[in-house]
Each structure stands twice: as C-alpha cells, then as structure tokens.
C-alpha cells in the first residue's frame, strides 16, 4: 500500500519557522518529482513547492518564494518543506504529492496525495 504521511505540523507564531516532512512507503519515489501543496479553510488547494526526482530543480509558488524551501532524501524517501517567517496567510493543511514522471511542470499530473498536516499560524 503506497502512503504518504506528512508531519510537522502545529500551532506557531508569526514570524516562526517550522519543517515538515513527508515520509513515503509501499512504493520508491526516488525517480517521480514530489511536490506540497496546501489547503486554507474556504480556499482551493494552491501549490507551494515542487523538486524534481534529482532534488537539482525546485519550484515555488509566489507567495512562498524566498521563505520556504524544499528538500529530499531519496535515501530516506523523505521530501521536507522547510518553512521561515511564517504568516497567518500560511495557515492551512499542507499536503505532500508525489507526481507522474522525474520532472516537475505546473501540468504534471499528481499520482499521490497524503492526508495532510495542519499548520496554524496565530499570535
């Protein structure tokens, strides 16, 4: 059985930084792109950081670029997000991806999801 399984998250404060990971399983990722996206309450899912299989390329949304970073261990099998000066905008469920094929495009199509992690942002 494949699984994703993020963790990491929790209630932190403005301006803190926080890392998450994501752990996968039943199946070697090590050549598929892996990616996070997040979910705020009444929002659609948006995209915040993409790596290629080789960890060489990364990708970022807009409203991250310069405070988060993304990360892998292919020996691991572990993809972390590493997140600094964090905002109540941050707040959401962050979701671990791992897509179809080595590469990351904004039209590669996702083949996993896992359930999630909660991160909460609030003085």
């Known amino acids: 059985q494949v699984q994703l399984v993020e963790s990491g998250g929790g209630l932190v404060q403005p301006g803190d930084s926080l890392t998450l990971s994501c752990e996968t399983s039943?199946?070697?990722?090590?050549?598929?792109?892996m990616g996070w996206y997040r979910q705020a309450p009444g929002k659609e899912r948006e995209f915040v950081a993409g790596?290629?299989?080789?960890?060489?390329?990364?990708y970022y949304g807009d409203s991250v670029k310069g405070r988060f970073t993304i990360s892998r261990d292919n020996a691991k099998n572990t993809v972390n997000l590493q997140m600094n000066t964090l905002n109540p905008g941050d707040t959401a469920v962050y979701y671990c991806?791992?897509?179809?094929?080595?590469?990351?495009?904004?039209?590669?199509?996702?083949?996993?999801w896992g359930n999630g992690t909660l991160v909460t942002v609030s003085s």
């Open positions: 039943g199946r070697n990722f090590k050549n598929n792109a």
């Open positions: 991806a791992a897509y179809y094929g080595g590469g990351w495009t904004r039209l590669a199509p996702v083949l996993y």
């Open positions: 790596i290629d299989w080789n960890g060489v390329r990364r």
